[in-house]
């Protein structure tokens, strides 16, 4: 079964608009971590925002916001005030346990951010 | 504070040869983990490395093997080229095991 589930292969957003990147997960672990990360065309995965299973906030940075709702196991990016720069491929990660346990991708969503 | 580095940044090899891969670490930062990311995929974890030890391994077969320097920079090593091996092969260093995982360029990898 896929640990991490990305099903919008693609998605356009108006510049300056708001976009939601979907994310659901899959564990039976309590303890987990889930990461979103930005692949420009370059190749670098970028770290854009983390996400604590205990936390009892939704994490921010600056325009990302990532809404976690932990009975439906979901965790999606939010991108405020879309940017061209934001034009990308962006990935969904987790990581199960509180110990050493490798990050876990999936497929990854292409935002095309429109002028 | 100079990020991940890696060398080089593209390579063109053939079936059956091997390859050397390298990647610097941020500075500070003791673990390092490679991934393997083919063409329209999410990155596959291939190790890890901690202070030199490996650390934890994905479903790679054995041809893929890796090192640790005492500086933390790490290289990964692929014998016997297949074709299947053409992907983007990431790096990725942190300060501890279960710390964010901060990513290199990547290494574009064809094998012909």
């Known amino acids: 079964a896929q640990k991490i589930t990305q099903t919008q292969p693609g998605m356009f957003v108006q510049e300056k608009e708001a976009v939601t990147l979907d994310c659901t997960y899959d564990?039976?672990?309590?303890?987990?971590?889930l990461f979103w990360y930005k692949q420009p065309s370059s190749g670098e995965m970028i770290f854009l925002i983390y996400q604590g299973s205990y936390d009892q906030q939704n994490a921010t940075e600056g325009r990302y916001s990532l809404n976690f709702q932990k009975a439906r196991k979901s965790a999606n990016l939010v991108i405020s005030a879309s940017q061209l720069g934001d034009s990308a491929m962006y990935f969904c990660a987790m990581r199960e346990g509180l110990g050493n346990t490798p990050l876990v991708f999936g497929k990854g969503t292409r935002l095309s951010v429109i002028a | 504070e100079t990020g991940v580095t890696q060398s080089p940044t593209h390579l063109i090899k053939t079936r059956g040869q091997q390859v050397t891969l390298r990647c610097s670490s941020q500075s500070g930062h003791n673990t390092v983990s490679w991934y393997q990311q083919a063409l329209g995929q999410g990155p596959q974890f291939i190790f890890q490395?901690?202070?030199?030890?490996?650390?934890g391994r994905g479903n790679f077969p054995p041809r893929f093997s890796g090192l640790q320097f005492p500086n933390y920079s790490s290289e990964l090593n692929v014998n016997a080229l297949e074709l299947d091996d053409s992907a983007l092969y990431l790096c990725a260093s942190s300060l501890g095991l279960v710390e964010t995982q901060y990513f290199g360029p990547g290494t574009r990898l064809l094998v012909l």
């Open positions: 564990t039976s672990d309590p303890s987990y971590g």
């Open positions: 490395y901690y202070r030199e030890e490996e650390n």
